[in-house]
């Protein structure tokens, strides 16, 4: 099969592997249909962070159920799936407790691979979300919604969940790409009132507003924080959605929180430490971390797709063949692309 992988910091190929095959009962294997390239895969094509070389890439995906271990019984071979990359068991007490994202049963090197034909999904007995029908039964922009519902559509929401976003609320999201963008959808969902999308970038700009933003923040550093407290009449906002990861993002956030507010924090952090001095003196609390993929499916948002209430697809900007997986990465290194959708298998 083939399956893109990473030679080096700045380059992506296609490869072929072996076909997948199931090793455990709780295991799947997944035709793959669509897939894409997430933000924080810039990290290690950059250079950033450090990634095995040779490994295969993608953590995003939908597809078909080719084959399920003898325990799976929440799916069948041919039936249409989300694939999100937490992989929960549905049993440990984090699973439990809503976050599938902190599963405590996670396989090692189960969340790797999407970016190709066939996948081996370990956790498939709970963790795979069933889409209702076929592929072939929906448009290219509902397909486009399905996969961003494997992770960057409930990476948003969980930035806005955790930061207890609420019916009326003041919400400020920093970071314009994808995830912060879905955090805007997910900020409306739950009710807020105004939304404050801190964007330089024009289409992304646009697509906030689309999405629900009521307010745009082209300035960055204290231009940006004064204009925030501006907007809010020196009050800050009751929630932050922190989409970026960097210091200087989370130290924003700190500055336009009102006394009490929270921060959802889903932006990958840049570094281990930080100086949480500043949220004491202002009672703001710091929640967040990696998302729960098939809790939110389930709960919310495959429904909230289904029934067109949100169109978070539209942060595919692009799209590519595998065959042309390092076209994929350079677009949206080089913010031609918001989001670059993979096309694989046939939805027929």
Known sequence: MKVATFIEPGKMEVQD???????????????IIRACVCGSD????????????????????????????????????????????????GECPACKAGFDGDCTNRETGGNAGYQGEYLRFTNAHWALVKIPGKPSDYSEAMLNSLLSLADVMATGYH????????????????????????????????????????????????????????????????????????????AGADAVLECVGTEMSVQTAIKICRPG????????????????????????GLRGGVASVTTYNREILLEAVLNGEIEPGKVFTQQFDLDDIQAAYEAMDKREAIKSLILIGRTN
Request: aromatic share 6%.
């Open 261 to 284: 507010a929270v921060i959802g924090r889903v932006g990958v952090p840049q570094k281990n430490d930080m100086n949480t001095s500043s949220l004491f003196w202002k009672n703001i």
């Open 159 to 234: 930035a806005a969940k955790t930061a207890e976003v609420s019916k009326g609320s003041t919400v400020v999201v920093i970071g314009d790409g994808a995830v912060g963008l879905c955090g805007i959808i997910g900020a409306k969902l739950l009710g807020a009132k105004r939304i404050i999308a801190m964007s330089k970038y024009k289409d992304r700009q646009k697509l906030a507003c689309e999405f629900g933003a009521t307010d745009i923040i082209s300035e960055r550093g204290e231009e940006a924080i004064t204009k925030v407290m501006e907007l809010t009449n020196n």
């Open 42 to 89: 810039l990290w290690w094509f950059r250079g950033i962070s450090k990634r095995e070389l040779n490994s295969h890439a993608g953590h995003e995906a939908i597809g078909i159920v080719e084959e399920v271990g003898s325990a799976v019984t929440a799916v069948k071979k041919g039936d249409f799936v989300i694939v999100p990359f937490t992989h929960g068991c």
């Open 17 to 31: 592997a072996p076909k997948p095959t199931i090793i455990k009962e709780t295991d799947a294997i997944i035709k």
